[in-house]
């Protein structure tokens, strides 16, 4: 098999809080390969949060080792981070966290903002995500005139537009209606289908059926990691 | 496109959206740029005022006056004692190589007559020299000659404001008879107009006759040959300070004085009064700025308030923006220059208001605006708060 996009040995991740030591995460040894659809599962306070964050180079890890595509980033500074999050992986929140200001275009353009170095043609590659998401004729909307899971296929272009390696999805589905939560997890699923590696958090085990594989986490440690 | 251009576009978005919570931000820093700049233009015009007023006594001059008499502890003030001689005068002509003219002059208040108009001034008994160490331009006529020196003619020149007085055109002055203690004396001139002292003293207010003439006619003194003035002009202005060193040098022999006593004579410069006068307008204008740069400071503390607020309301937008690639950098750069464009702004304002308009008026306009204003915007905030909500506000 291929280099796995995620290799992840020994993690931990221990936070200090009011005096107190917490140890949200105890122990993770996990490989993903690229294209994988996983989802991790858990209560809250599981540590699934947690490990959603260090994944996505949004949170340091305490000890352990974390490779991206091979690359050892367990010990990166806070810009290079940055860049990778930049490069390397598209969010989709589940309150999709666009900016109220701005455009649909806009939004999608923001990822491209920041990249370094610079590409021409950021107002077509938003276009073009957009179009992958079906809201190429709602450019120039802002996020108050759509609906909820049109803003939810905002933010997943967003996602898209610096063709990411790795998708993160944290309860893309929580603030949607069942309906519209479908969709939005048909749309992801069309996104694995062109081979885009996506990992999504939920608690919710009917979502988590959308996704090939799945793993469970409680109290800091995978307990549970099956594949259809 | 650049990453600074970026960061002004986005922060005149975010200004814009915010339009009268930028522009409120902004006042404070417009107010404290335009009285910065209104007070040092104030500052400005002083001092070039006062610069006039002294280049106008005359060019390169050195003014010496007597001592001050001492009658029991009683001291008399300058030019009370009568130290200084004409042959003074004579030997600084003749023994100071920096030093172009000199004049000597004697001075009493009188009385003036013209027909059945009569008006007091100062009469001044100079040398025909007088007018070349004041750099003194006569309007009409002529100044006091040679001739008119030596043969002590009664003529008389009149100052412009004199002159004024006395008559109603002061064309036809010259040839005219005026009489001063009884003397008739005849017009032969009317300087032009120097203005006032940088102390206030109208230097118009007097009319001027041969020394000769004075001392044999008018001021008949007990000590002949006293003068109560020696005005003397340098070679250069870069010779001032020379000129001054070789008259206090010749002064102190002719008049024997001691190694360690004091001078029985003073020797002013044009320099010592014009460093004085500087030296208040200096002060004042420091004063007038300092008071606007606090104004300043508050209004950058309103800035930096307001960013603040902008900040914390915005926590999630930042938050979005570090998950989707920015770094530190690239949000501080975002803030600051928004901050920055805000003051700015201001600051281009402010010099537009501080450069355009009549001060006083316009800052006396703004700060009573100013205080209805801020006054009103809180007041109608409380009056149409629902009393109900307003009584169960937690």
Redesign the interface.
Do not use: C, N, Y
């Given at each position: 098999m291929a280099t796995p996009i995620i290799r992840i040995k020994e993690l931990k991740k221990i936070y200090p809080m009011e005096g107190e030591t917490i140890v949200a995460l105890k122990g993770i040894d996990l490989e993903i390969q690229p294209g994988e659809f996983l989802a991790v599962m858990g209560p809250s306070g599981s540590g699934k949060s947690t490990l959603m964050h260090i994944l996505g180079l949004l949170d340091s890890l305490t000890e352990g080792m974390y490779e991206l595509e091979g690359r050892d980033v367990s010990h990166i500074s806070r810009e290079k981070r940055a860049d990778i999050r930049n490069r390397k992986v598209g969010f989709v929140f589940q309150t999709f966290n666009l900016l109220a200001r701005s455009t649909a275009l806009d939004n999608v353009k923001l990822p491209l903002l920041y990249r370094r170095p610079r590409i021409n043609g950021s107002q077509e590659k938003a276009m073009e995500a957009l179009r992958t998401v079906g809201l190429a004729d709602r450019a120039s909307h802002l996020p108050r005139q759509l609906s909820g899971g049109q803003q939810q296929r905002v933010a997943i272009a967003r996602a898209l537009v610096n063709d990411p390696a790795l998708i993160l999805a944290d309860e893309p589905t929580g603030n949607l209606d069942t309906k519209t939560g479908r969709e939005i997890m048909k749309l992801l699923n069309s996104l694995h289908e062109r081979g885009i590696t996506i990992i999504m958090v939920t608690h919710d085990p009917e979502i988590g059926r959308f996704a090939r594989r799945r793993i469970e986490v409680r109290d800091g440690i995978i307990i549970q990691d099956e594949e259809d | 496109?650049n990453i600074w251009l970026?960061a002004l576009r986005l922060a005149i978005?975010?200004l814009w959206?915010y339009k009268v919570r930028s522009f409120l931000t902004m006042l404070g820093i417009i107010i404290g740029i335009g009285s910065v700049i209104v007070m040092i233009s104030i500052g400005r015009g002083a001092k070039a005022n006062i610069q006039e007023q002294i280049s106008s006594l005359g060019s390169n001059m050195l003014m010496i006056f007597s001592g001050s008499s001492r009658s029991g502890g009683v001291r008399g003030g300058f030019g009370t004692m009568p130290t200084l001689r004409v042959n003074d005068a004579e030997a600084i002509a003749r023994e100071c190589p920096a030093i172009a003219n000199v004049t000597y002059s004697i001075v009493k208040n009188m009385q003036v007559v013209s027909g059945n108009t009569n008006w007091g001034t100062s009469v001044q008994g100079t040398t025909p020299e007088y007018r070349l160490v004041r750099d003194w331009p006569v309007k009409e006529g002529e100044f006091i000659n040679a001739n008119h020196f030596k043969s002590a003619a009664s003529v008389v020149v009149l100052g412009s404001a004199v002159a004024e007085n006395l008559f109603e055109s002061w064309e036809n002055a010259i040839g005219q008879k005026i009489r001063i203690n009884n003397f008739p004396f005849r017009i032969i001139g009317v300087m032009g107009s120097k203005g006032r002292t940088p102390t206030g003293r109208d230097q118009d207010d007097v009319v001027f006759v041969p020394y000769t003439t004075a001392m044999r006619k008018l001021m008949g003194s007990r000590l002949p040959g006293v003068v109560h003035f020696i005005g003397v002009s340098a070679q250069s202005k870069q010779l001032v300070d020379e000129a001054k060193r070789e008259v206090e040098d010749l002064l102190r022999q002719r008049h024997r004085i001691l190694t360690e006593a004091d001078d029985d004579f003073t020797v002013r410069t044009l320099d010592e009064i014009a460093a004085t006068s500087e030296k208040t307008g200096n002060i004042m204008t420091l004063l007038l700025t300092s008071v606007a740069a606090v104004s300043l400071v508050v209004g950058g503390i309103g800035i930096m308030n307001i960013m603040l607020v902008s900040v914390t309301e915005r926590t999630?937008?930042i938050?979005?923006?570090?998950?989707?690639?920015?770094?530190?950098?690239?949000v501080l750069i975002q803030f600051l220059v928004e901050s920055t464009t805000m003051s700015f702004v201001g600051g281009l304002l402010g010099a537009l208001l501080g450069i355009g308009a009549s001060p006083i008026f316009l800052a006396t306009l703004f700060s009573a605006a100013v205080g209805i204003f801020f006054g009103f915007y809180p007041a109608r905030k409380a009056s149409r708060l629902d009393p109900i909500q307003a009584l169960n506000y937690e």
């Open positions: - | 496109m970026t978005g975010s959206v999630r937008e938050g979005v923006r570090m998950a989707v690639g920015a770094r530190e950098r690239d």
